[in-house]
């Protein structure tokens, strides 16, 4: 069998990437420049981006300008074929044009789902919306290799709705520029910061911040992107001198601007997300994602005597408010660097890569060699697998029992306490790391 290569070359298609037509970035387009920017700084791979949708004068030199659009299938196939990879990391259209061409592309993490949960739409929204809810359907009935998503929590919504063949769905979280992003010494924290998406985004939670900056009229508040959008990079200075940083968004997939604020040093404040679940069950509150309360950021619920208090609990404790931001900015450069998420992506290829030589899942191979008592081959390929899906608790948790039976407390002990990070409620590691730590105690009697 022929070695697989190191170094693979990957196709990356995409619509959305830097400024757009209004000179600022949502979220899509500002996690599309990012991963450009970080794809070609840090990976071993050999990757090439095709955009002719991307007007941003800081990203269109890295781009293939190939207007694969107008191409024909048979023009397409041809140059998809110089590649080991494909993968569409955002827009509907792209992906419907690249899955006529291929069923092995990676999908995502932003092509699908702009609405999560369209049957809660009122009648005049649906037809408004029309395009975009056959488009996304359409998508969901291709064939796929990985599904990318911004996180974990989503893979059930994934599950259900994608009806065509599809390899794991692996959350997918972008990184944040900690160079760009990073505290400022010199600079007095002396604001309240809060950011929206401008005046027709009225899930950033617009009406709940300003009670919310009612309740406390002597603090310095600055709500940028609320009744008018602002340039991207403006933000900055503002993120640096915060003393607190407010989130009352209802929801959020990831919530970048709320990681480029813990990048700066801010401590966080964040509300649970409110949306309409996709079971039927109406409304519901959610903990955001990525947030560990007390170490990452403090979350509360979602209403204004709840949100006052704990900013009132931070500005009364500067030594609170510190300790707060130390952890959070050590856990943003720690897990959501440029260089983590594009570690994550070089393992997601290198797998993919294997997977096409081997013919099945690291998964499956994984599980029977366990079954088997291959124990230590079991471990390797749990390893590679937290490399390319760092943000899924279970092989974490096979390592932790795995480790468990070995009798080597001290590893089990860290994955199982890596799980309850990531899944607070995932009850058996949280037995298993009761039964470890009685061990370790016992032995150090």
């Known amino acids: 069998m022929t070695p697989i290569k190191s170094k693979m070359k990957v196709a990356v298609f995409l619509e959305m990437a830097?400024?757009?037509?209004?000179?600022?970035?949502?979220?899509?387009?500002?996690?599309?420049?990012?991963?450009?920017?970080?794809?070609?700084?840090?990976?071993?791979?050999?990757?090439?981006?095709?955009?002719?949708?991307?007007?941003?004068?800081?990203?269109?030199?890295?781009?293939?300008?190939?207007?694969?659009?107008?191409?024909?299938?048979?023009?397409?196939?041809?140059?998809?074929?110089?590649?080991?990879?494909?993968?569409?990391?955002?827009?509907?259209?792209?992906?419907?044009?690249?899955?006529?061409?291929?069923?092995?592309?990676?999908?995502?993490?932003?092509?699908?789902?702009?609405?999560?949960?369209?049957?809660?739409?009122?009648?005049?929204?649906?037809?408004?919306?029309?395009?975009?809810?056959?488009?996304?359907?359409?998508?969901?009935?291709?064939?796929?290799?990985?599904?990318?998503?911004?996180?974990?929590?989503?893979?059930?919504?994934f599950k259900a709705r994608f009806k065509g063949k599809h390899d794991p769905i692996i959350a997918f979280p972008y990184g944040v520029d900690t160079e760009r992003f990073c505290p400022e010494s010199k600079t007095i924290r002396n604001e309240i910061v809060w950011i929206g998406g401008g005046p027709n985004r009225p899930g950033k939670g617009a009406d709940l911040i300003e009670k919310v900056a009612a309740a406390l009229p002597k603090e310095k508040w600055v709500l940028l992107g609320k009744d008018s959008l602002f340039r991207y990079g403006d933000h900055i200075p503002h993120l640096q001198r915060a003393k607190v940083y407010v989130v009352t968004t209802a929801h959020e997939t990831q919530g970048l601007a709320t990681f480029e604020a813990m990048a700066c040093g801010a401590p966080i404040v964040i509300a649970n997300y409110k949306f309409e679940s996709n079971d039927g069950k109406g409304s519901c509150e959610q903990s955001p994602r990525y947030h560990i309360n007390g170490v990452t950021s403090k979350i509360v619920a979602r209403n204004v005597d709840s949100i006052v208090k704990e900013v009132q609990n931070l500005l009364d404790s500067s030594h609170e408010r510190e300790e707060l931001a130390r952890k959070s900015l050590a856990y943003v450069r720690g897990q959501f660097s440029l260089q983590s998420m594009v570690r994550q992506y070089d393992a997601l290829i290198s797998r993919k890569a294997k997977e096409t030589e081997v013919g099945e899942s690291l998964s499956p191979i994984a599980k029977n060699q366990r079954d088997k008592g291959n124990l230590e081959e079991s471990i390797l390929n749990y390893k590679l697998l937290t490399e390319s899906e760092p943000f899924n608790p279970h092989p974490l948790y096979f390592l932790g029992t795995a480790y468990m039976y070995k009798e080597e407390h001290i590893e089990a002990r860290q994955y199982f306490e890596k799980v309850l990070e990531l899944a607070p409620g995932h009850t058996s590691a949280r037995e298993c790391l009761e039964k470890v730590n009685n061990v370790i105690d016992e032995k150090r009697k």
Not at 52 to 65: A, F, G, H, M, S
Request: aromatic share 8%.
């Open 18 to 157: 830097g400024v757009n037509s209004q000179n600022s970035l949502s979220g899509p387009y500002a996690g599309g420049k990012t991963f450009i920017n970080a794809v070609k700084a840090h990976s071993k791979h050999e990757v090439t981006f095709f955009s002719t949708k991307v007007t941003d004068p800081e990203v269109i030199p890295y781009l293939n300008r190939m207007n694969y659009f107008s191409s024909s299938d048979r023009e397409l196939e041809s140059v998809i074929s110089e590649f080991d990879v494909v993968h569409v990391l955002n827009g509907k259209k792209t992906a419907l044009k690249i899955s006529r061409i291929t069923g092995q592309a990676i999908l995502g993490p932003n092509v699908v789902f702009s609405i999560p949960n369209p049957t809660k739409l009122a009648p005049e929204v649906r037809v408004e919306k029309a395009t975009l809810l056959e488009e996304e359907e359409a998508v969901c009935h291709k064939d796929w290799s990985y599904l990318l998503t911004p996180n974990p929590t989503l893979e059930p919504l």
